[in-house]
């Protein structure tokens, strides 16, 4: 397998844009995390899915931030309006069904800059 | 709630020496699993070691070691014989029943010549 896939690996914007993160987990792979990591905030928990639902979406800073998994094998992070602090790196990951027993597969990230 | 602590946000060690980065958890539950992973300048996170709470036994993974404390509620890393590719951002790492995994700040290596 090759892994957990994002795309694109940098995106640049101007603020007030819509911007698309996408990601493909690993074949198998019943739940889906997507962190944000910055500086300021270290890794942070935005959403995860468990068999294409979402199971707990808290960490999602607010209405600007949504996240689908339309099915198994895709996701996507979805920010309308993009603001100047919406820079970070977004990772996804995946990772097996297994409750406590899990290691999380991490994607390479998509850094986002908003200018 | 659960939270990671990582109070140290850089380190260095000289190549071939030892070095222990710490970290420290709290969590309300009783089982759950700990994580160190390793992020060197390409981004990617790279599981280095995994800890089972149930086991009293350190868990080991050939250079690398943790010592964990249960109830002290921390789980520092060791990394012996140091390397130049051991160089990278290192976080600590929680996962609880609720299969959430919380990180911790992170600590920066560098690992001088």
């Known amino acids: 397998d090759a892994g957990v896939i994002q795309s694109p690996r940098h995106e640049v914007t101007e603020m007030g844009q819509e911007v698309t993160l996408r990601c493909k987990p690993i074949s198998g792979h019943d739940y889906l995390f997507w962190y944000r990591q910055t500086m300021m905030r270290g890794l942070e928990l935005l959403i995860y899915?468990?068999?294409?639902?979402?199971?707990?979406d808290s960490g999602m800073p607010e209405d600007r931030f949504s996240a689908k998994m339309p099915n198994a094998s895709f996701s996507t992070l979805k920010i309308q309006p993009s603001e100047p602090r919406d820079s970070a790196v977004y990772f996804c990951?995946?990772?097996?069904?297994?409750?406590?027993?899990?290691?999380?597969?991490f994607g390479q990230g998509t850094r986002l800059t908003v200018v | 709630a659960q939270t990671v602590t990582q109070s140290q946000p850089e380190m260095s060690v000289q190549e071939a020496e030892t070095v222990t980065l710490s970290c420290t958890y709290d969590?309300?539950?009783?089982?759950?699993?700990l994580f160190w992973y390793k992020q060197p300048p390409s981004r990617q996170m790279i599981l280095v070691i995994r800890q089972e709470a149930y086991k009293q036994q350190n868990a080991t993974e050939n250079r690398f070691s943790v010592n964990f404390q249960k109830a002290a509620k921390s789980f520092s890393l060791k990394i012996s014989d140091s390397q130049l590719g051991d160089a990278a951002m290192y976080f600590c790492a929680l996962n609880n029943a609720g299969n959430m995994l919380t990180f911790g700040g992170g600590t920066r290596l560098m690992v001088k010549p």
């Open positions: 969590t309300s539950e009783s089982d759950y699993y």
């Open positions: 899915f468990n068999n294409n639902v979402p199971i707990d």
């Open positions: 990951a995946s990772s097996w069904d297994r409750w406590g027993d899990t290691e999380a597969f």
